[in-house]
Nanobody
Framework: QVQLVESGGGLVQAGGSLRLSCTVSGLTLTSHQMGWFRQAPGKGREFVAA????????RYADSVKGRFTISRDNAEKTIYLQMNSVRPEDTAVYYC?????????????????WGQGTQVTVSS
């Protein structure tokens, strides 16, 4: 059974930092690509960042480039999203996602595995 479990969400002031974690079980992470998406109230789910688990190739949404960093710990089967210089518009439920092959399609429908989400709220 595949499980993606997020943690690390919470309330943070604008300009502050937060680190999200996602631990994966039930998958042998070889060619997998893992990512983070977010969904703000009243909006659709949008891509934030992705990483190829084996080679570490990363992709970022323009809105977070230079502020957020995605990384992974192969041994712990965990991916992280370090969020710096957060803004009120970063407020959303953040979801961990995964798929079995690396590709360039960053739409949420192209990812097969999902976590339950963790709330991030940025106060102004």
């Amino acid at each position: 059974q595949v499980q993606l479990v997020e943690s690390g969400g919470g309330l943070v002031q604008a300009g502050g930092s937060l680190r999200l974690s996602c631990t994966v079980s039930g998958l042998t992470l070889t060619s997998h690509q893992m990512g983070w998406f977010r969904q703000a109230p009243g909006k659709g789910r949008e891509f934030v960042a992705a990483i190829a688990f084996t080679f570490g190739v990363t992709r970022y949404a323009d809105s977070v480039k230079g502020r957020f960093t995605i990384s992974r710990d192969n041994a712990e089967k965990t991916i992280y999203l370090q969020m710096n210089s957060v803004r009120p518009e970063d407020t959303a439920v953040y979801y961990c996602a995964g798929r079995s092959q690396y590709n360039s399609d960053l739409r949420d429908g192209a990812f097969n595995y999902w976590g339950q989400g963790t709330q991030v709220t940025v106060s102004s």
